[in-house]
């Protein structure tokens, strides 16, 4: 029924009705906001498991009513290209860096590469001291006080960027490690948000997009401390990334400036 429906109406003609169906009939201004949270919402939202094209295709629509951003051009590139402007002496003592994503899947790895391209100076010998980049999703809530406190700061101090909550963590000890946070606009409670969040996970293959990390980068490229990529080189036959609890560290080649061919 899925390949008719995408085969009998055009792609303006499927958002229309994507968002006639996920508009919730108590919002004000008939787009889709997921708010409140109702049962005529959780229902709405069975339409994303009808199949993988149809899964996408309302997400974008959620997140374009959500000012949610997926691809270039991004804000992300612009934030982190400002950072070196206004605070360049300080991140070339940065060493290691890491960031925390809500997923760690084809749509958020695009986001963040986006931005992380405007790092890669920092991995050069003599423009910076950046060792290695973790990216990271947390699939459970927080339980310690360090992690609440750490929520709250990024409700409370966050940007907005790309539609998403986006800061970086308070100074900490260690003066060489800067963290960032980042996260979806809160549409429910932590137990909805979870379940929405499982809902919208785009379960596309990312090996292609980790080698355009790697590329990028050189050096090494690791899942969950497994290699993969080593000096071009894919390592592992498979990623084996865990979307929603997974961690990613890439380990630059550092090389002289001059050495960069692109």
Known sequence: M????????????????????LTSSSSPSNAVTLSPWTFEVTRSLSLLRTCKQ???????????????YLRCPTEIFTRFSSLMEVDGLRLRRIRHMEIVLELLDK????????????????THVGSGSL???????????????????????LMCSGDWVDGRLFAAMPDNDIETTLVFKSSWPHFSNWGKQRWLREMLLNRSDTTALLKEIHTIFGGELLIDGSLLFK????????????????????????????????
């Open 2 to 21: 899925s390949h008719r429906f995408l085969d009998a109406f055009p792609r303006e003609i499927r958002d229309q009705i994507y968002t006639y169906i």
């Open 54 to 68: 149809i899964q996408r295709e309302c997400k974008e629509i959620i997140w374009r009513h959500n000012g949610l």
């Open 107 to 122: 749509d958020d790895l695009e986001w963040i590469l986006s931005g992380l391209k405007a790092l890669v100076q920092l």
């Open 131 to 153: 060792e290695s980049i973790t990216l990271l999703a947390i699939h459970e809530r927080p339980r310690g006080v360090n992690e609440f406190l750490e929520e709250m700061h």
């Open 231 to 262: 000096d071009g080189a894919q390592v592992a036959k498979t990623s084996k990334l865990n979307p929603r609890d997974g961690e990613i560290k890439i380990v630059p080649n550092r090389v002289p400036l001059t050495a960069r061919s692109w």
